[in-house]
């Protein structure tokens, strides 16, 4: 495989990776250990964390997401 070709293949995996990450909905789990645990996790911590949710929500139901390369 050629430089350009390695280099190539590296930026498409990179942009897929990065794609993927943008997709994910936010994380209960990294909250908690944000917080400590889940008792501890405070109402302006739960108040953005259902913002992200709604608007991860909304993006899910109105495609907004980058689409996928091939």
Do not use: C, N
Not at 3 to 22: F, I, P
Not at 23 to 50: C, M, N
Request: charged share 35%; net charge positive; aromatic share 10%.
């Amino acid at each position: 495989m050629k430089r350009s070709e390695w280099q190539s293949q590296r930026d498409k995996v990179a942009g897929e990776a990065e794609r993927l990450k943008q997709r994910e909905p936010p994380s209960l789990q990294q909250r908690v250990l944000d917080h400590g645990t889940y008792d501890k996790i405070t109402p302006e911590a739960w108040a953005k964390f259902d913002a992200d949710m709604a608007a991860w929500k909304a993006k899910v139901r109105f495609g907004e997401f980058p689409p996928k390369r091939i």
